[in-house]
Every structure is written in structure tokens, then in C-alpha cells.
């Protein structure tokens, strides 16, 4: 054995019921694969799991981290003195249905996607466009995900959720969560961190269908395949086909999904950048958005290579780790995208997975 070189072996047992490991690389937990080792991961399948879990950390006052399945987070080296509580409750139920709206609730450790097909197989729109997004559904409302023209905010009813805070469960509606791009009472300002997500219900159109025209790439799609069946399981099915085309799948590929936020601008800021020749999106919001891939292709990054890391030649957005070891690696070639694309554009671009620390 190597000089210096320390062995750390996984231990499992269980409390009364949850389930404890110690001493768990976070990079096997993790799409991007990166990260040392935390301290306690917890599985949790139900509410008296969960609250065991809560009061294993909080009598020997460690610190918590919410993890799903490991998509759009990042670990560090320095791994996590804390307990990772893994979300694993499973369930999905229709609760209410009229000839107009449905009601359906998902438990938080249901794989997102699934969910999705789960709603689109049975003619219920919303989500449809938010097919083949890694992660689970209590993760969805902490980004408060979107895409081809679709985003969480507009279908969540409410969530349940555990406060750690306050010690019990509450409801908190979707105008108590603050969402706005990437961005919610769960993932930003004081509350970051406090509540863990049990269940999310979603209010959804019962046999709605959207309209076309879609987002670009997806109208793109539909065209060239001479598609013009636009129920909710109809463009599930092309939603996926168009992010298998362009996006890594991280089972096969580390990743983390998309790396950087779209840059949103004020509309004289919009103005200038329209002069300059750039491709700015007007929401149907009325906001203004110059997507960070296109300005990281547009810098001339695109399939480049750095630090062990490949920006995509199929999606600039996207950061694949070939064989990058460390979270410094990840920093470094973050940090070179960041100020290329800020000395060509003068926009400073935003990651967007997290990062595992303690709040």
C-alpha cells in the first residue's frame, strides 16, 4: 500500500428506520461524478424516515443537504461533513378530474420523466414539453424548471414539505414559493435549504393541447418529421427525441445538464444587443433572453476542451467531465468560459447546478 494512502470503507446500518451509510463518495451520487466523501447519506422512503432522519442530524447538529437523483449538483472535494438525505418516496395519484383540469399529486422521489409520461400518456397537458429533464419531482420546484416554452411555475398547485425549521409538515402554494427564472424560496435568500419537498400537485389541462408555433428547435422537429398530432404524448415523444439528439444522457456521459443560466436583459439592454448583431428571444412574459450556449458557441468555445472537461459540439451549454478529478478542474474551466464570453459579449454568465455545502 501507497505511503500516506488512507482506506475508507462504506458502512450501512439503519436507526429504528431509515436507512444510514457513512462515509459515501458524492461522486457516485452525482451526474457530474465529482466530489469526496459525505459524512452520512440517509434514504428516505416516508415520513418517519424523513423525521428520523432530521433528528439524527440535529442531535449531533450536523448539517443537511436535500439531494434527488444527483442531476444539476455538484460535489466538492472536500466532500460533506453533514448528512445527504436522498429523497425516495414513491407514488403518484390523480386526486381531481373535471371535463377541464386535473389535479395530480406526485410524491417527491419520483423520477421526473416518468411522471411526465405518466400525465401525457393520459392526455393531461403542462408538462409535456418538460420531458427527458433529469431529476425528480421534488426537485422540479426548487429551479422551478422550464423548456420549449413551458416552465413548473405555470402548473404547480401547491407542494407539501417538511420544515426543518419549525419541525413539521406545512402546504406552501405556488405563489408562496416566489418563482421566477431559476429561482424560488427553496433555492435562494434565507429559506434556502429549510423545507424538504414530500409531494408536489400539479393542476393540469384535462385533453388541452398546445399550439403551435413551438420553440424553435422543437417546431424544427415537428416539420421535418411531418408531425402534426399535438397532444401531450405526441410531443413528449418529440421533446425526448430532440434532447436525446443534442443532450449527453449522464447515465452514459458526467454531466451535470445545463451548465449556465440564460442571460435575461432589460429592454434597452435587449435594444443593444440586437445592434450588436446578437440573437435575443422576447418571452411571452415580455422578458428579454440571449441563451448562454449560443454566446459560448458564439465565443468560439464550442467542442473545446478544458481542464478535462468538453463543452459539446451538439449543445454548447452543456459541460461533459472526460476525465476531470477534481472540483478545481471544474473551476477552471468554468472560469475560462465565464471571462471569454465576458470579454467578447460583457456578459457575465451564471452556473446553474448547485453545489453541495452546508447552508
Given at each position: 500500500m501507497a505511503q500516506g494512502l488512507v482506506l475508507l470503507t462504506v458502512k450501512i446500518w439503519y436507526n429504528k428506520w431509515v436507512k444510514m451509510r457513512e462515509n459515501v463518495l458524492i461522486s457516485k451520487l452525482t451526474t457530474m461524478r465529482l466530489g469526496?466523501?459525505?459524512?452520512?447519506?440517509?434514504?428516505?422512503?416516508n415520513l418517519p424516515e424523513l423525521k428520523e432522519a432530521y433528528d439524527f442530524l440535529r442531535e449531533r447538529k450536523l448539517p443537511v443537504f436535500v439531494l434527488g437523483d444527483g442531476a444539476n449538483t455538484i460535489g466538492r472535494d472536500e466532500g460533506f461533513g453533514g448528512v445527504l438525505i436522498l429523497n425516495r418516496m414513491r407514488g403518484i395519484e390523480v386526486v381531481e378530474?373535471?371535463?377541464?383540469?386535473?389535479?395530480v399529486r406526485a410524491m417527491g422521489g419520483e423520477n421526473w420523466d416518468e411522471f411526465v409520461e405518466f400525465c401525457s400518456e393520459r392526455g393531461y397537458?403542462?408538462?409535456?414539453?418538460?420531458?427527458?429533464?433529469?431529476?425528480?419531482?421534488g426537485a422540479a420546484p426548487v429551479q422551478n424548471i422550464g423548456a420549449y416554452g413551458q416552465e413548473i411555475a405555470q402548473t404547480i398547485d401547491h407542494v407539501e414539505a417538511y420544515d426543518s425549521r419549525e419541525d413539521e409538515m406545512v402546504v406552501i402554494g405556488r405563489d408562496e414559493m416566489k418563482m421566477s427564472y431559476r429561482s424560488t424560496i427553496f433555492n435562494t435568500g434565507a429559506d434556502a435549504g429549510r423545507y424538504f419537498i414530500t409531494a408536489?400537485?400539479?393542476?393540469?389541462?384535462?385533453?388541452?393541447w398546445m399550439e403551435p408555433p413551438f420553440y424553435a428547435s422543437l417546431?424544427?422537429?415537428?416539420?421535418?418529421?411531418?408531425i402534426s398530432d399535438y397532444s401531450p404524448s405526441s410531443l413528449a415523444r418529440a421533446v425526448r427525441a430532440v434532447r436525446a439528439a443534442k443532450l449527453p444522457d449522464p447515465k452514459v456521459e458526467a454531466s451535470a445538464g445545463s451548465f449556465f443560466k440564460?442571460?435575461?436583459?432589460?429592454?434597452?439592454?435587449?435594444?443593444?444587443?440586437?445592434e450588436r448583431g446578437l440573437k435575443v428571444y422576447d418571452k411571452p412574459d415580455g422578458r428579454h433572453m440571449i441563451n448562454a450556449g449560443y454566446l459560448i458557441e458564439q465565443a468560439g468555445l464550442k467542442g473545446a476542451r478544458l481542464h478535462g472537461f468538453y463543452v459539446s459540439d451538439k449543445a454548447a451549454l452543456i459541460l461533459i467531465n472526460e476525465n476531470a478529478k477534481s472540483y478545481a478542474d471544474l473551476a477552471a474551466a468554468r472560469e475560462e468560459i465565464v471571462e471569454t464570453v465576458f470579454d467578447k459579449f460583457g456578459f457575465r454568465l451564471e452556473q446553474e447546478p448547485v453545489e453541495i455545502v452546508a447552508k
Open positions: 469526496g466523501r459525505a459524512r452520512y447519506v440517509a434514504e428516505v422512503t378530474e373535471t371535463s377541464d383540469d386535473v389535479f397537458s403542462g408538462i409535456e414539453c418538460l420531458a427527458a429533464i433529469p431529476g425528480t419531482v408536489v400537485t400539479f393542476r393540469l389541462e384535462n385533453d388541452g417546431q424544427k422537429y415537428l416539420d421535418e418529421n411531418g440564460n442571460v435575461y436583459l432589460s429592454d434597452d439592454e435587449a435594444e443593444l444587443a440586437r
